[in-house]
């Protein structure tokens, strides 16, 4: 099974809402974080992830000739660390009045990435439930 968080938007071409991080670094840039102990733990959250969980090293599909960033993260549903921390990060972003959205599948698509936590791939809608 695996596993994925989504804050409102939309990106790519597979239209599928964004993941948490950015947002989560954006509402503490633009908070006040020295004074405010939400934007002081999400930072907290954002450096344990930073430090732990690998960038994957690949996004991209080559369609009609062109590279696309389509790929899409999921967190292994054995990666318990990192959904323990992601659930806190999912909490403080709440607390700042966003809604997360929890997402799960058996199967995310075509995968173009895999390590002991995550991986990327090529999403197909119908399966997300």
């Not at 318990?80 to 806190?88: F, G, S, T």
């Not at 972003?93 to 929890?102: A, N």
Request: hydrophobic fraction near 40%.
């Amino acid at each position: 099974m695996y596993l994925r968080f989504t804050v409102p938007g939309t990106v790519t071409r597979a239209h599928v809402a964004p993941g948490p991080f950015l947002l989560a670094s954006n509402l503490y840039w633009d908070g006040d974080p020295d004074n405010d102990p939400v934007l002081i733990a999400l930072r907290r959250e954002l450096d344990w992830f930073n430090d732990r969980l690998p960038v994957p090293k690949r996004f991209s599909v080559r369609a009609k000739g062109r590279w696309w960033k389509d790929g899409v993260c999921w967190f292994r549903d054995d990666a318990r660390e990192m959904l323990a921390h992601m659930q806190a990060l999912v909490s403080l972003i709440e607390d700042c009045g966003i809604p997360v959205t929890r997402s799960w599948t058996r199967d995310p698509g075509q995968l173009l990435y895999r390590d002991r936590w995550q991986v990327v791939a090529m999403p197909e809608r119908y399966l997300l439930h």
